[in-house]
């Protein structure tokens, strides 16, 4: 993933933004799949957040979600910061499970998920904050797999600004302070797993020196 916040600690010339794993800006579509078209509704998503311009459960929601979820904790529990899935757990919403990637390089979790969740989570993304444009990345690529079989990936550019009300410390705003957020991404859905053992794989690369990786060995039930 990449922010602004952490753009310096990776070395990366996008100063203004922040890049996580399984996450930066504006590939073409024929690279990574679909562009998602993002709509204008207003309607409560999360907890704290008075005003989110997309409905919940689109694949722009979603993405605007997944960042609330990631700010949403700390950075001693943080999902994302987490390198075994001690904390996969934390913060999760009713309707979707989350995965996290990493903030550059590989990670490898296990942890158990709900029955009847659908699985929600980048191969690669950049949010950015106080309505910073997120600028293109043509070279950037993502690529997910379940159980071994591909997964269509998904590119959504949540360009319209939503809020973002963290704890203390988290890795996307730092802050409990309100933020203003864009998030751009390459993400894949899993409809809800059938109960048991199962193993999803996702990475991305900006197209240049960043690369990141996770795996997770995930038992629904």
């Not at 550059?104 to 444009?133: D, E, I, K």
Request: hydrophobic share 35%; net charge positive.
């Amino acid at each position: 993933m990449l922010s602004r916040l952490e753009s310096d600690d990776l070395g990366s010339s996008y100063a203004s933004c922040h890049r996580t794993q399984s996450f930066p800006v504006m590939p073409q579509p024929y690279d990574l799949g679909m562009r998602v078209s993002v709509r204008s509704h207003v309607r409560l998503a999360f907890p704290g957040v008075s005003i989110f311009p997309y409905p919940p459960s689109s694949f722009e929601g979603l993405a605007a979600r997944w960042v609330q979820w990631v700010a949403a904790t700390g950075p001693f529990r943080n999902p994302v910061m987490d390198t075994t899935g001690r904390y996969a757990h934390r913060r999760q919403p009713s309707d979707v499970w989350f995965l996290g990637g990493s903030f550059g390089g590989s990670v490898q979790r296990h942890c158990a998920v709900p029955a009847g969740r659908p699985l929600f989570f980048p191969a690669f993304n950049m949010w950015c904050p106080h309505g910073t444009y997120i600028p293109p990345m043509p070279g950037a690529k993502g690529q997910a797999f379940f159980d071994g079989q591909p997964l269509p990936v998904v590119t959504v550019d949540a360009s319209e600004l939503f809020e973002v009300r963290g704890a203390f410390g988290n890795p996307v705003t730092r802050s409990r302070r309100p933020v203003q957020m864009r998030v751009w991404g390459i993400w894949a859905r899993v409809n809800p797993p059938s109960p048991g053992e199962h193993q999803v794989e996702f990475s991305g690369t900006d197209g240049h020196q960043f690369h990141v990786s996770a795996r997770y060995h995930i038992t629904v039930g």
